[in-house]
């Protein structure tokens, strides 16, 4: 196997490696989530197929703030990051896995009383949508890496 070496007689510099690349990609993802989160839960909440009991600042915001700005942000870098290091059929599975988990951790956040759903509403939608979200980000997430310089 030949590998290329730098040779010590040319007057340019190696490449540096950018550390910030995963940065620099991911901001444009995550708030892509965090708004597509934010309008989803305007939309559902606007329709009547949930509610949000218990958010900051009720008399301003219908949708909890909280989830969308900071949690649904945060839950993506964490997604994307784990993705990341996966292969692409790994990924696929992480994503229904994902959408398993978001389905079941909805349920518990419905018995706590973080949200109040319709009685029209089956948890195998949340189990839809959330993979359905994931794969989207996920491949937004590629397009922007494909993308970048």
């Not at 892509?32 to 989803?40: E, P, Q």
């Not at 008399?59 to 945060?74: A, E, K, M, R």
């Given at each position: 196997m030949n590998t290329v070496k730098h040779s010590k007689n040319l007057n340019s510099l190696p490449l540096q490696k950018r550390p910030y690349r995963f940065w620099i990609n991911i901001?444009?993802?995550?708030?892509?989530?965090?708004?597509?989160?934010?309008?989803?839960?305007?939309?559902?909440?606007?329709?009547?197929?949930?509610?949000?009991?218990?958010?900051?600042?009720?008399?301003?915001?219908?949708?909890?703030?909280?989830?969308?700005?900071?949690?649904?942000?945060?839950?993506?870098?964490?997604?994307?990051?784990?993705?990341?290091?996966?292969?692409?059929?790994?990924?696929?599975?992480?994503?229904?896995?994902?959408?398993?988990?978001?389905?079941?951790?909805?349920?518990?956040?419905?018995?706590?009383?973080f949200f109040i759903h319709s009685s029209a509403w089956k948890h195998s939608y949340s189990f839809f949508g959330y993979s359905v979200f994931m794969y989207f980000i996920y491949s937004f997430y590629q397009w922007v890496k494909k993308k970048s310089p």
């Open positions: 901001l444009p993802v995550v708030l892509l989530a965090s708004l597509i989160g934010t309008y989803l839960d305007l939309y559902f909440v606007g329709k009547g197929v949930y509610a949000f009991p218990y958010r900051p600042y009720p008399s301003i915001f219908s949708v909890n703030i909280v989830f969308t700005l900071i949690i649904l942000p945060l839950v993506v870098l964490l997604f994307l990051y784990i993705s990341d290091k996966l292969t692409e059929r790994n990924t696929f599975l992480f994503i229904f896995l994902s959408g398993l988990l978001a389905s079941i951790l909805e349920r518990v956040a419905e018995d706590i009383g």
